[in-house]
Nanobody, 116 residues
Framework: QVQLVESGGGLVQPGGSLRLSCAAS????????MGWFRQAPGKQREKVAI???????TYEDSVKGRFRILRDNYKRTMSLQMTKLKQEDTAVYYC??????????WGRGTQVTVSS
């Protein structure tokens, strides 16, 4: 069973920064593509960023240049560094893993609210 646990969400002002972290087992880091998805109120879930086992990364267009996915397979850490946050970044953020699009397994999510 794959367990993914997010941490680091919270309230931040527009223009601010936040870092999300994901805890997972060694098996996840050794074999699975990992990523971050988000779901804003009234909207569908969308992919934010993914990182393969070999650390090839892709980003959703609206977060390019502002967000960075960092994956360290040896330290078993995966995080999403978010900068220049906008109100439209407000959403529940999910750590994910597995499959080509890293959407096979999901964590419970962590709330990120961008508001003044």
């Amino acid at each position: 069973q794959v367990q993914l646990v997010e941490s680091g969400g919270g309230l931040v002002q527009p223009g601010g920064s936040l870092r999300l972290s994901c805890a997972a087992s060694e098996r996840v880091f050794r074999y699975l593509t990992m990523g971050w998805f988000r779901q804003a109120p009234g909207k569908q879930r969308e992919k934010v960023a993914i990182a393969t086992v070999g650390n090839i990364t892709t980003y959703e267009d609206s977060v390019k240049g502002r967000f960075r996915i960092l994956r360290d397979n040896y330290k078993r850490t995966m995080s999403l560094q978010m900068t220049k946050l906008k109100q439209e970044d407000t959403a529940v953020y999910y750590c994910t893993a597995g499959g080509v699009e890293a959407d096979q397994y999901w964590g419970r999510g962590t709330q990120v609210t961008v508001s003044s």
